[in-house]
């Protein structure tokens, strides 16, 4: 069974194929430069690990000792492997992290209340009293107030998640799962704190039982979903992680081998007479959105006609050279199915009228809530569509 952590799930419901790339395949993504986003995260993180570090051994440090370690990180990093855009400046991003570190000590100051248990806290836990799914995380911080057991985690964005993304809630919910099986004697309560270093800003939840509950049911059901398609991939389904496009896709490492993008870096080739691949594309489009008016059109006319002749009582409609019938159809809701069902068998129907819904039951064995070898008798076959829309960087 292996060890899932946060990121691991995150990566998976953004983008299934690539879980498969890092996690399954083992495919390594290339080093990468530091981005300047990574270096004020760390600098920042480091800056506080230390200043909680000394006020356990007793001692305050001062705002002067924390600038001049941010100074001495600073220098430590050759500012060569920071990768920047156009608008960034190095001096932007250590402008706020001088501003972060600043503003944290002073709201914080005397740091009275707060006793710290630990810093960049490695751990790994049990999901169930079975130990079949194991976690993994870090805590940025984990204090001691009074009775309580507070989880804090910092953040350095420019922007305030929305109330009801509750992802990050999620993940530090999860960790108080460890917290209650390593010190649960000493936790009457547990709190999480997210602080928002560039707005100043705390958030502050209490982790009850019942919501501690929910996360875990959430997050074993996904990994069951991950071990059962990870059964399917080593039996060579390969179709179980499928890759997902999302706004990450233009960073992505694997673009060469992922099949959403590894056309791009081919070669143009002949398929038809002297037309190209990507012309077929292009003329497939076009005469797609043509059909697509077309359709429409044709809903419009037909709109028109029936209800001409519904106003004038016609059955049939005369054109110059074709002729139109007008038949009136009924169709039938299904408003109590146990009812229904009941009614047809006593009738002897419910074979002839009753049929599965094939698309539904594409969807919950492709979800995995119903196992292929649970349905013998069913025939798996695979067909292809082709849709398409606007390249926008075609034009660039």
Same mark, same amino acid.
């Given at each position: 069974?292996?060890?899932?952590?946060?990121?691991?799930?995150?990566?998976?419901? *953004?983008?299934?194929?690539?879980?498969?790339?890092?996690?399954?395949?083992?495919?390594?993504?290339?080093?990468?430069?530091?981005?300047?986003?990574?270096?004020?995260?760390?600098?920042?993180?480091?800056?506080?690990?230390?200043?909680?570090?000394?006020?356990?051994?007793?001692?305050?440090? *001062? +705002?002067?000792?924390? +600038?001049?370690? +941010?100074?001495?990180?600073?220098?430590?990093?050759?500012?060569?492997?920071?990768? !920047?855009?156009?608008?960034?400046?190095?001096?932007?991003?250590?402008?706020?992290? *001088?501003?972060?570190?600043?503003?944290?000590?002073?709201?914080?100051?005397?740091?009275?209340?707060?006793?710290?248990?630990?810093?960049?806290?490695?751990? *790994?836990?049990?999901?169930?009293?079975?130990?079949?799914?194991?976690?993994?995380?870090?805590?940025?911080?984990?204090?001691?107030?009074?009775?309580?057991?507070? $989880?804090?985690?910092?953040?350095?964005?420019?922007? !305030?998640?929305?109330?009801?993304?509750?992802?990050?809630?999620?993940?530090?919910?999860?960790?108080?799962?460890? =917290?209650?099986?390593?010190?649960?004697?000493?936790?009457?309560?547990?709190?999480?704190?997210?602080?928002?270093?560039?707005?100043?800003?705390?958030?502050?939840?209490? =982790?009850?039982?019942?919501?501690?509950?929910?996360?875990?049911?959430?997050?074993?059901?996904?990994?069951?979903? $991950?071990?059962?398609?990870?059964?399917?991939?080593?039996?060579?389904?390969?179709?179980?992680?499928?890759?997902?496009?999302?706004?990450?896709?233009?960073?992505?490492?694997?673009?060469?081998?992922?099949?959403?993008?590894?056309?791009?870096?081919?070669?143009?080739?002949?398929?038809?007479?002297?037309?190209?691949?990507?012309?077929?594309?292009?003329?497939?489009?076009?005469?797609?959105?043509?059909?697509?008016?077309?359709?429409?059109?044709?809903?419009?006319?037909?709109?028109?006609?029936?209800?001409?002749?519904?106003?004038?009582?016609?059955?049939?409609?005369? /054109?110059?050279?074709?002729?139109?019938?007008?038949?009136?159809?009924?169709?039938?809701?299904?408003?109590?199915?146990?009812?229904?069902?009941?009614?047809?068998?006593?009738? /002897?129907?419910?074979?002839?009228?009753?049929?599965?819904?094939?698309?539904? +039951?594409?969807?919950? $064995?492709?979800? /995995?809530?119903?196992?292929?070898?649970?349905?013998?008798?069913?025939?798996?076959?695979?067909?292809?569509?082709?849709?398409?829309?606007?390249?926008?960087?075609?034009?660039?």
């Amino acid at each position: 069974m292996a060890v899932y952590s946060f990121s691991q799930i995150s990566l998976y419901k *953004t983008c299934p194929r690539k879980y498969r790339y890092k996690y399954i395949d083992k495919i390594d993504e290339p080093a990468t430069a530091w981005s300047p986003d990574l270096f004020l995260w760390t600098v920042v993180h480091s800056v506080l690990e230390t200043l909680y570090k000394r006020l356990n051994e007793m001692q305050q440090p *001062t +705002l002067d000792d924390m +600038l001049t370690q +941010l100074d001495e990180l600073r220098a430590e990093r050759d500012e060569n492997d920071i990768v !920047l855009r156009e608008w960034q400046t190095k001096e932007s991003y250590y402008r706020r992290a *001088t501003v972060y570190i600043t503003e944290y000590r002073n709201t914080y100051t005397p740091f009275s209340d707060v006793r710290t248990m630990a810093t960049e806290l490695m751990m *790994t836990f049990s999901l169930d009293d079975a130990e079949q799914f194991k976690f993994r995380g870090v805590i940025d911080r984990l204090d001691k107030e009074w009775k309580s057991l507070i $989880i804090n985690d910092y953040k350095t964005w420019k922007s !305030l998640p929305p109330e009801q993304k509750d992802t990050y809630q999620e993940q530090l919910t999860l960790y108080a799962l460890w =917290i209650k099986q390593k010190y649960g004697k000493y936790a009457e309560k547990i709190y999480w704190k997210l602080h928002y270093l560039h707005f100043n800003t705390l958030d502050e939840w209490e =982790i009850t039982e019942q919501k501690l509950h929910d996360v875990v049911e959430k997050y074993s059901a996904v990994i069951q979903e $991950i071990e059962a398609k990870r059964f399917y991939h080593a039996m060579w389904t390969d179709d179980q992680f499928p890759a997902v496009e999302n706004p990450s896709c233009q960073y992505c490492a694997y673009q060469s081998i992922c099949p959403l993008w590894t056309h791009a870096s081919m070669d143009d080739e002949i398929l038809l007479g002297e037309k190209t691949v990507r012309s077929l594309v292009d003329e497939y489009a076009e005469i797609t959105k043509q059909a697509n008016e077309l359709d429409k059109q044709k809903k419009m006319l037909k709109e028109q006609l029936l209800v001409y002749a519904e106003t004038h009582n016609i059955q049939k409609l005369i /054109g110059n050279e074709y002729i139109a019938t007008v038949a009136a159809q009924t169709h039938y809701s299904i408003v109590d199915h146990d009812s229904l069902l009941n009614a047809l068998k006593q009738l /002897g129907k419910e074979t002839e009228l009753l049929r599965v819904d094939r698309f539904a +039951l594409a969807r919950v $064995i492709k979800d /995995g809530s119903v196992m292929l070898w649970d349905l013998a008798w069913v025939s798996p076959q695979e067909s292809l569509s082709l849709r398409t829309k606007k390249n926008k960087d075609a034009s660039m």
